[in-house]
């Protein structure tokens, strides 16, 4: 059984594996889908994030020649150059990621949860910091 990974910031698990994909793993897995240019997490959200050209994903590229799209939702941003997809992080355009990155705890609150957790082991066993 595989563990699961957390959203950062949150106590909800993702639907992959704990194991991330390596670089060379995510060339193979960029390589077998048509028209993608990049696959790559998202520092922000920990989302995969792939860039397509939009003919070869059957888009209408009316709407831009270039799509960002967040692998883990299934949610499409296209756009009129390759740098802006690749630009485009997917808390930008996908409202899953954009929750969950504005539910989870803001750096003050992690620190002050962290010295809280700290000061309650310290008191447990004795010790002054």
């Known amino acids: 059984m595989n563990p699961l990974v957390f959203h950062p910031g949150t106590a909800e698990p993702m639907d992959r594996p ?21 696959l790559s997490y998202s520092r922000r959200t920990g989302a995969l994030r792939g860039v397509y050209r939009a003919a070869d994903q059957d888009l209408d590229t009316d709407s831009g020649k270039w799509a960002t799209i967040c692998e883990d939702h299934g949610t499409i ?20 990621c954009r929750e969950r990155q504005d539910n989870a705890p803001k750096p003050a ?12 082991m310290h008191a447990r066993n004795g010790w002054t910091r």
């Open 77 to 96: 941003c296209q756009h009129g150059s390759q740098a802006a997809a690749r630009a485009t992080d997917t808390d930008d355009f996908c409202d899953e």
């Open 18 to 38: 704990a194991t991330r994909l390596t670089r060379s793993a995510l060339a193979t897995e960029r390589e077998d889908r048509a028209g993608c240019v990049s």
């Open 109 to 120: 609150e992690r620190i002050t949860a962290a010295n809280a957790a700290i000061d309650a």
